[in-house]
């Protein structure tokens, strides 16, 4: 079993960067995947990003492609998102979440079993 923490949502201007942070608890955390998911009001949860075990993969949406790097460091218990070129269409709360298994591609919500409670990211236009 693993607790997530999120931190470092904020306010950005467009173009602007944020790094987002997740904090785990839990002897297990390495053999996680573990993902960042985002939802915006009145919308459905959706995928952002998702990385490996050891670090050595990882995946992204269409839309943050390019923009995001997601990585870990699991001496720390940490994952990161760092997020830069921000839109307004970025603007959504940021959700952590771990599951087991090793397909980082399966991007569907619920598979993931373990989930933070969420920081707020707002872009500016």
């Known amino acids: 079993q693993v607790q997530l923490v999120e931190s470092g949502g904020g306010l950005a201007q467009t173009g602007g960067s944020l790094r987002l942070s997740c904090a785990a608890s839990?002897?297990?955390?390495?053999?996680?995947?573990m993902g960042w998911f985002r939802q915006a009001p009145g919308k459905e949860r959706e995928f952002v990003a998702a990385?490996?075990?050891?670090?050595?993969?990882?995946f992204y949406a269409d839309s943050v492609k390019g923009r995001f790097t997601m990585s870990r460091d699991n001496a720390k218990n940490t994952v990161y998102l760092q997020m830069n070129s921000l839109k307004p269409a970025d603007t959504a709360v940021y959700y952590c979440?771990?599951?087991?298994?090793?397909?980082?591609?399966?991007?569907?919500?619920?598979?993931?079993?373990?989930w933070g409670q969420g920081t707020q990211v707002t872009v500016s236009s």
């Open positions: 979440a771990a599951r087991s298994g090793t397909n980082i591609r399966n991007s569907r919500y619920e598979t993931y079993d373990y």
């Open positions: 839990g002897r297990t955390f390495s053999r996680y995947v």
């Open positions: 990385i490996s075990w050891s670090g050595g993969m990882t």
